[in-house]
């Protein structure tokens, strides 16, 4: 039978065996001091160490981590501004013992130099001016924290400006300037499209009153094209040219009553609408063209004698 003593010591001893292997995780380091002084470095894996004489002191992700950093400073146009700046820094694996023992407070330190040079760049800037140049806000970022943090064995992979909050007063004016300018625009565009508009209604009117003008031209020529040859179809039958054109124009006259007859809601009335008018205006007009071929033979003999003399 095994004694209680001799159990007890078997129990220390795999306490004392386990305590002296621990494990270290994937992108992981761990530290080991041996009575308070730095020992080594260990990777990932399983890893051994004396027991009661050696410690693991902590250990230190060798992942790519980020840290946000909230920052309200004031533009060159006094403008007071939030800024949301993202830094991804990650340990570098070969400097883990500065990364470990130099800083305490490796947020700390990186968000004091991020506010140094926020603090620094944006006042330079109008608000505008932040807006447009975040990327050289972030860029100077980096390269000061680039040079200070190496030294104690971070890397700053990159900084980033996630986020520009101006104060709501601000914003509210910024959206009513850029709606009264779309609003401007707007009306330029609508009054481009009404003088359009009325450039080519113009346009189109004109080309209807060209078109009008040429039906009526044309109209005027075939109804001088018929009367011409009616005079000459009269004129062949003994009729002469004053008769013949009196004659056409009586006719005219009736197929106007009769065109005038057909409609029933026709309001129209023709004066003088006797029934001796038609006459009577065919021997007006006979003797008005006769009487106008007798002054214009006489103005021509009255001419050809003056050139005579």
């Known amino acids: 039978m095994i004694s209680p003593p001799f159990i007890i010591l078997i129990v220390i001893a795999a306490v ?54 909230i920052i309200e400073t004031k533009t060159l146009d006094d403008v007071f501004v939030k800024l949301k700046v993202s830094v991804q820094y990650k340990v570098i694996r070969d400097k883990v013992y500065d990364a470990f023992y130099k800083l305490d407070y490796p947020h700390d330190q990186i968000t004091s130099f991020v506010f140094d040079v926020v603090r620094a760049e944006v006042p330079k800037m109008k608000l505008d001016d932040v807006f447009v140049k975040k990327d050289d806000i972030a860029i100077a970022v980096k390269r000061e924290l680039q040079e200070y943090m190496t030294d104690y064995g971070y890397d700053i992979i990159k900084t980033l400006v996630t986020d520009i909050d101006p104060d709501a007063q601000v914003k509210a004016a910024m959206n009513r300037i850029n709606a009264a300018d779309r609003e401007k625009t707007a009306a330029q565009f609508e009054g481009d499209a ?49 008769e013949a054109s009196a004659l056409i124009v009586v006719t005219q006259h009736y197929d106007t009553l009769q065109s005038i007859g057909q409609e029933t809601n026709s309001n129209l009335i023709l004066l003088p609408n006797s029934p001796q008018a038609g006459s009577q205006m065919l021997n007006d007009m006979v003797a008005s063209f006769t009487a106008s071929n007798q002054i214009g033979e006489a103005m021509k003999n009255a001419k050809t004698k003056k050139l005579e003399e």
């Not at 305590?19 to 020992?39: D, H, L, N, P, Y």
């Not at 359009?196 to 346009?203: N, W």
């Open 194 to 242: 009404q003088r359009i508009l009325i450039v080519e209604r113009a346009k189109a009117e004109a080309e209807s009153k060209r078109l009008q003008g040429q039906g009526i031209a044309d109209q005027r020529r075939e109804i001088a094209r018929g009367l011409e040859e009616s005079v000459e179809v009269l004129n062949k039958v003994g009729i002469n040219s004053q």
């Open 16 to 69: 004392i065996i386990f305590a002296s292997f621990f494990i270290v995780k994937q992108q992981s380091a761990a530290i080991i001091e041996r009575f308070g002084k730095f020992q080594s470095i260990r990777q990932s894996g399983l890893q051994f160490k004396i027991p009661l004489i050696d410690k693991v002191s902590g250990k230190l992700s060798l992942k790519i981590q980020q840290l946000d950093v």
